[in-house]
């Protein structure tokens, strides 16, 4: 099983800015790195994912805000956010699937508000 550490979360007010931050304790060049979000009383849902390659996927509400990144020899997966609103305010969880993987981070609280 691959540990997965979250970090950058935080409380922003609307239209600010965070960069969300994963680190895995193995090799995660070959596996889909993605991050999900939990708000209270909802379902998690995918917000954006990365493959080895680098191509990326983005949930419709956050296109043109939110970008995702990887670092394979770091074994890293970054989410730098903008221009966020208080529907972004979430518990935020990185994943790490594909090639028998399924694993997930503790998940790092973003919170939206003024």
């Known amino acids: 099983q691959v540990q997965l550490v979250e970090s950058g979360g935080g409380l922003v007010q609307p239209g600010g800015s965070l960069r969300l931050s994963c680190v895995a304790s193995?090799?995660?060049?070959?596996?889909?790195m993605g991050w999900y979000r939990q708000a209270p009383g909802k379902q998690r849902e995918l917000v954006a994912d990365i493959d080895g390659g680098g191509t990326a996927y983005y949930a419709d509400s956050v296109k043109g805000r939110f970008a995702i990144s990887r670092d394979n020899a770091k074994n890293t997966a970054s989410l730098q956010m903008n221009s966020l609103k208080p529907e972004d305010t979430a518990v935020y969880y990185c994943n790490v699937r594909g090639l028998g993987r399924n694993d997930w981070g503790q998940g790092t609280q973003v919170t939206v508000s003024s």
């Open positions: 193995e090799s995660i060049r070959f596996n889909i």
